[in-house]
């Protein structure tokens, strides 16, 4: 069974700070995709980036990085330089070998503080 | 502008009065998901769908239908709702082939079963 775990339910980082949120996950297959989305509490869901299992280099797309230890089944996520509208909620997501089936973490909600 | 559409939007109905979610994407995706969303539990998917009369389960079909007689639309049928079917529903849909496509999530249906 496919499973994504986020063991922090809520964090706290300082306006301007750099903050990792966590996410393992937990598959026998060697072929995946790895994605975190941000829910604001307007409630849309937002692709932030996206890692593939073959991928060698970490992801980065602006401020997120996307830090991957294929060894340790981690896919955390790094946002630098946070900024008030980074408060949300954050999910961390798999997609399976066939591209079918999605699997997503509970979610960590992150506060940044002025 | 491409998007993933959902109505309704908020929903209040009573325990086994027949319902439909409707979500159309203009991104002429060949693959659609439905997802629920519950505190703590992050999204799990109940139905998606490869193609046009192409449907599998997810995670958590029970209680649900789903067809796609089009390739645009991807109606979630809820037949005789129960008061644990509410919850925040999405859509979403990407191209599919590959685990390395994102989803696009329409805004959410709120759906609360009384």
């Known amino acids: 069974a496919q499973k994504i775990t986020q063991t922090q339910p809520g964090m706290f980082v300082q306006e301007k700070e750099a903050v990792t949120l966590d996410c393992t996950y937990d598959?026998?297959?060697?072929?995946?995709?790895l994605f975190w989305y941000k829910q604001p509490s307007s409630g849309e869901m937002i692709f932030l980036i996206y890692?593939?299992?073959?991928?060698?280099q970490n992801a980065t797309e602006g401020r997120y990085s996307l830090n991957f230890q294929k060894a340790r089944k981690s896919a955390n996520l790094v946002i630098s330089a946070s900024q008030l509208g980074d408060s949300a909620m954050y999910f961390c997501?798999?997609?399976?070998?066939?591209?079918?089936?999605?699997?997503f973490g509970t979610g960590t909600s992150l506060t940044v503080i002025p | 502008e491409a998007q993933v559409t959902q109505n309704p939007r908020y929903l209040i109905t009573v325990t086994g009065k027949k319902l439909t979610v409707t979500c159309s994407q203009n991104?002429?995706?060949?693959?659609m998901s439905w997802y629920r969303q519950d505190p703590g539990l992050g999204l799990r998917q109940i139905y998606y769908?490869?193609?046009?009369?192409?449907?599998d389960k997810g995670d958590v079909p029970e209680g649900y239908k789903v067809s796609r007689k089009e390739k645009r639309n991807f109606p979630l049928i809820l037949e005789s709702p129960s008061p644990n079917q509410t919850s925040l529903y999405f859509c979403?849909?990407?191209?599919?082939?590959?685990?390395?496509?994102?989803?696009?999530f329409g805004p959410g249906t709120r759906l609360t079963v009384t």
């Open positions: 991104m002429n995706h060949e693959y």
């Open positions: 890692q593939g299992s073959y991928d060698e």
């Open positions: 997501a798999m997609r399976d070998y066939t591209g079918n089936q999605f699997y």
């Open positions: 979403a849909s990407s191209r599919r082939g590959t685990y390395s496509y994102e989803q696009y």
């Open positions: 598959t026998s297959d060697q072929s995946y995709g």
């Open positions: 769908s490869m193609n046009v009369e192409v449907t």
